[in-house]
Structure formats: C-alpha cells, structure tokens
C-alpha cells in the first residue's frame, strides 16, 4: 500500500509519499495542472494508493483528477487534524508528511465528500446569497449616503415604489446624488440576477417532494428549503439531530473539567450558510408562526434576543431533522408542546 499526504494550495500542491512500512519514497511539490498530477499517481499502477487531503475551496477539481488513478482519497477535516498534529514548526513539507504518516496509521478525521450534484446545488444556492449580500451592501451604501447629507426616508421602502419616487425627488449634492443613482442602477441589475435565480431554483424546488415538507416548516420557503437541503447533502449521515445541530454550528461551547462545566456562546463550526438561513428563518417565523412567537417570547424573559434567536433556530434545525427523517409535514401543535 502507498500512503500520500498532499498539501493543497491553488496553484500547486506538496505531495510526500510513503510506502508500507512508513519509509519516504518521495517528496517534493507538483503543479496542479491536470496533466501533471496524472502523470505523478499513473507511477504507481499496479499498486494500492491511498490519498489525503484537507478540505478547502478548491479540493473539488483536484478530485475529478485524482480520484479515478487511485484506491482512496480521504477528504480530512481541517480543523480536527490540527488538533491531532499541532506542531511548532508549519510548512508544506511538513503538513504533507504528516498527512501521509496519519494517513498510514488510520488516524486521520475524514471529512463527508459531496456528491456532484450537491457540490452543484451548493454552488447555485451559494450564488443566490452572494448576490442578495452585494445587493444589501449597496442598500446600505444609499442610507450611509443619506444619512451624512441629513436625510431620512419617509417611507418604510426605501427601494419600493415610494421609496424610489422619494429618491429621486430628494435634493441632493451632485456627488451624493451620483452615489445615490450609481448604487440604484447595480440594485436594479443584482435584482434582475437574483430572480433569475430565483426562478431556476423554483424549477427545481418542484422536482423535490422534501421541498413540500421543508416549506411547510414556518419562516421556510422554496429558496430557503433548497439552500438547507444543499447543505444537508445525505441526511442519513447525521444519525441524531444533535449531530445535525453540531454540523451548523448552532449548539453551545462546552468546557468540562473536574466534574465542573461551563458553556458558552455556539461553536459557528460547520456550515456557516445553514447556520445563517436557519438563523434568518428563526427571524420570519416569530411574525409568521403562534408556536414559534411564544416559544421565542418565552426565552426572552430570560435571554438577550439573539440567544433566544438562536435557539428557536436550533428549534427548528431540529424539525427539519425530523421531517426529513420520517418525511411527514411540519405539525405546528407538536412543535408548540416540545
């Protein structure tokens, strides 16, 4: 068998290779051009090649190359084998080396590798949010813009339709006012993209029964329950919905010692886009849902809001669980008595 712990970075990678018995065959640093990397595994034909790498951004297309020339590639969770291989002195020859010697005695915390088609969920789901997070930022920009000139909106909308005629009305300096029209034109151009989005997500929000169950959840909808399930990827590898809650980082940190524990605020370890959507669903669901609104004002008489937001976000993280476990519909009675 031959161990291989790879170093990734976007340009090259640093491959250290070993044999059975722990011996260095090789290390030294490989571009990551197609051709190259091809040409490295395809040496060691005939023989059992398993590979290591840490998740990062660009793992995917180093994959589609590498995964068909070997026996096994193991995605390693990043933050965890930090914790197993902390050592003072960092470099690429040493992170490799390591990946490879933990790799050769089956230490390594592998990471879940996503399918191709969740891989593309996520990337159409995650460009929906980028371009929404521009488009407030340059909302935001057009209040700042107001706000240094002493103007304040008469209307709740600052975008809608009063709230444009207000805008373009309001007396203005001749900068302020290109910021202000500049800002409205890229508004206008990342709304039309995002409802394109929108509506290629619905497209395919109709072709999948757990979308129903999703959206009948309050403060879900199609595009929220699209980007949860994109970031779910398989469900069945998360046995509990503890374990999903850990995933999006929505659980408390717990130090223990001694018999002694402390909490503090939540891990934000796993997926940062599901923690936020569930988060934003906890936000539409205390207007939208009796059940939610009372459990939320049940932890407010003890807790800052955020908190109590979050934990009606957990709440409902954990119906989700339940519904996609035992696909039924969202029941509001039950998620009242819980």
């Not at 240094?148 to 203005?172: M, N």
């Amino acid at each position: 068998m031959i161990h291989v712990g790879v170093d990734l970075h976007q340009r090259f990678c640093y491959i250290t290779t070993l044999n059975a018995s722990g011996k260095m065959i090789e290390a030294k640093p490989v571009t990551n051009e197609k051709a190259a990397l091809r040409k490295y595994f395809r040496r060691f034909r005939g023989e059992a090649v398993q590979v290591a790498v840490e998740a990062c951004g660009f793992w995917p297309a180093f994959r589609e190359v590498v995964e068909p020339e070997v026996k096994r590639l193991v995605l390693v969770h990043p933050q965890r084998v930090k914790a197993i291989a902390s050592a003072k002195l960092k470099n690429d020859r040493v992170d490799s080396a390591t990946l490879a010697h933990l790799l050769r005695c089956d230490l390594l915390p592998e990471s879940w590798k996503a399918d191709r088609e969740t891989q593309a969920r996520r990337q159409q789901v995650r460009l929906r949010t980028t371009l929404v997070r521009q488009r407030t930022r340059l909302k935001n920009q057009v209040h700042a813009v107001l706000h240094q000139q002493g103007q304040r909106s008469p209307v709740t909308d600052l975008f809608g339709k009063r709230g444009r005629l207000w805008l373009a009305e309001v007396k203005l300096p001749l900068q302020a006012r290109e910021a202000v029209n500049t800002c409205l034109r890229m508004i206008d151009y990342y709304t039309e993209e995002i409802q394109k989005q929108n509506l290629q997500l619905s497209e395919t929000a109709k072709q999948d029964e757990r979308v129903q169950w999703l959206t009948s959840i309050p403060g879900i909808g199609e595009v929220s329950a699209m980007m949860v399930l994109a970031e779910i990827g398989d469900g069945s590898r998360f046995a509990t919905k503890e374990a999903l809650c850990s995933y999006s980082g929505l659980v408390p940190r717990v130090r223990e010692s001694a018999g002694k524990a402390a909490r503090g605020g939540i891990t934000r370890q796993g997926s940062s886009y599901l923690r936020w959507i569930m988060v934003e669903a906890a936000q539409v669901a205390t207007r939208s849902s009796p059940a939610a609104k009372r459990y939320y004002e049940r932890l407010l008489r003890k807790k800052h809001k955020h908190v109590a937001r979050v934990a009606l976000a957990r709440k409902l993280l954990i119906a989700v669980y339940a519904l996609l476990h035992d696909g039924v519909m969202f029941d509001e009675e039950k998620f009242a008595a819980r």
